[in-house]
């Protein structure tokens, strides 16, 4: 059997990159390569040889224009050294064939604003949504917990009916563009991800439990097909119990909650794509 491999870009100010590599290693990936963004401009890396591609969190061309805009820019415009193909191309490709993108923090921000979540329709390069400044009109690192929708197509929640994840972020309030896109997601039940009360009952709007203000209590989004996902909180900062706030306090899992999406990943990845 082929190996599984996953991908997971770096630079231009990205910073989670070596722990999404270790979570996607803990999950069960055969193979992990982190790349330079220039390896893919030049041509060095093509997204063809993998089946899991990582866009991590951090503060991508210094969220200048906004979050994650710069970068959406590059990779829509920007064509392969050598090769007359646009760096987009080889996104669409990967998404055509079946394969897996998980963007978490700035990596979401990057894919709403390339336009490929919600992906209705098989709409992959049209932005119908956003993620801009939290309500509170400051920076937030805390720790939320966020309601699993078990209706969701999403293949990185399945199994799960609750996570505790942290969040650290200055612009992660959802938006939609109309009534009609939000009543889509609805609907489509898309949004694998809300924030939630403690006990995971219900979505809230509740400031601090709600760090940004996201319309529809939004912290994670896929699209039709459950393979492409973005969330704001990180869950490759919760792979280990050492890894939680209160873990000198509790008797915890030896495995993080955040372990679980890299799993279902692997797992997808070896069962459908090798």
Request: proline share 4%.
């Given at each position: 059997?082929?190996?599984?491999?996953?991908?997971?870009?770096?630079?231009?100010?990205?910073?989670?990159?070596?722990?999404?590599?270790?979570?996607?290693?803990?999950?069960?990936?055969?193979?992990?390569?982190?790349?330079?963004?220039?390896?893919?401009?030049?041509?060095?890396?093509?997204?063809?040889?993998?089946?899991?591609?990582?866009?991590?969190?951090?503060?991508?061309?210094?969220?200048?224009?906004?979050?994650?805009?710069?970068?959406?820019?590059?990779?829509?415009?920007?064509?392969?050294?050598?090769?007359?193909?646009?760096?987009?191309?080889?996104?669409?490709?990967?998404?055509?064939?079946?394969?897996?993108?998980?963007?978490?923090?700035?990596?979401?921000?990057?894919?709403?604003?390339?336009g490929?979540?919600?992906?209705?329709?098989?709409?992959?390069?049209?932005?119908?949504?956003?993620?801009?400044?939290?309500?509170?009109?400051?920076?937030?690192?805390?720790?939320?917990?966020?309601?699993?929708?078990?209706?969701?197509?999403?293949?990185?929640?399945?199994?799960?009916?609750?996570?505790?994840?942290?969040?650290?972020?200055?612009?992660?309030?959802?938006?939609?563009?109309?009534?009609?896109?939000?009543?889509?997601?609805?609907?489509?039940?898309?949004?694998?991800?809300?924030?939630?009360?403690s006990?995971?009952?219900?979505?809230?709007?509740?400031?601090?439990?709600?760090?940004?203000?996201?319309?529809?209590?939004?912290?994670?989004?896929?699209?039709?097909?459950?393979?492409?996902?973005?969330?704001?909180?990180?869950?490759?900062?919760?792979?280990?119990?050492?890894?939680?706030?209160?873990?000198?306090?509790?008797?915890?899992?030896e495995?993080?909650?955040?372990?679980?999406?890299?799993?279902?990943?692997?797992?997808?990845?070896?069962?459908?794509?090798?």
């Amino acid at each position: 059997m082929a190996k599984t491999r996953a991908l997971v870009i770096t630079g231009n100010g990205t910073n989670c990159e070596t722990e999404a590599a270790h979570a996607c290693r803990l999950g069960g990936f055969d193979e992990v390569v982190i790349a330079h963004i220039c390896e893919i401009l030049s041509g060095e890396i093509v997204l063809d040889d993998f089946h899991f591609l990582n866009l991590t969190g951090g503060f991508l061309d210094g969220d200048d224009l906004g979050s994650a805009k710069a970068q959406a820019n590059r990779l829509q415009y920007a064509v392969v050294a050598g090769t007359g193909e646009k760096v987009v191309e080889q996104f669409i490709r990967f998404m055509s064939d079946g394969k897996l993108i998980l963007g978490v923090c700035n990596g979401f921000q990057l894919m709403v604003k390339m336009g490929m979540l919600p992906g209705m329709d098989g709409e992959y390069l049209n932005q119908t949504v956003t993620l801009t400044h939290n309500d509170c009109g400051r920076f937030q690192d805390r720790w939320c917990w966020l309601k699993v929708d078990p209706a969701s197509p999403s293949i990185y929640t399945k199994g799960l009916q609750g996570l505790y994840l942290p969040v650290r972020h200055g612009e992660g309030k959802f938006v939609c563009d109309s009534p009609a896109t939000a009543e889509r997601i609805r609907v489509e039940k898309l949004a694998a991800l809300t924030y939630a009360t403690s006990d995971y009952a219900a979505s809230t709007m509740e400031f601090p439990l709600n760090p940004n203000g996201s319309q529809d209590a939004i912290a994670g989004l896929c699209d039709p097909t459950g393979r492409i996902m973005g969330l704001m909180p990180h869950p490759e900062a919760f792979v280990h119990y050492t890894q939680h706030p209160r873990w000198t306090r509790e008797s915890l899992p030896e495995k993080g909650e955040g372990l679980t999406l890299f799993r279902n990943a692997a797992e997808y990845a070896r069962k459908n794509l090798c």
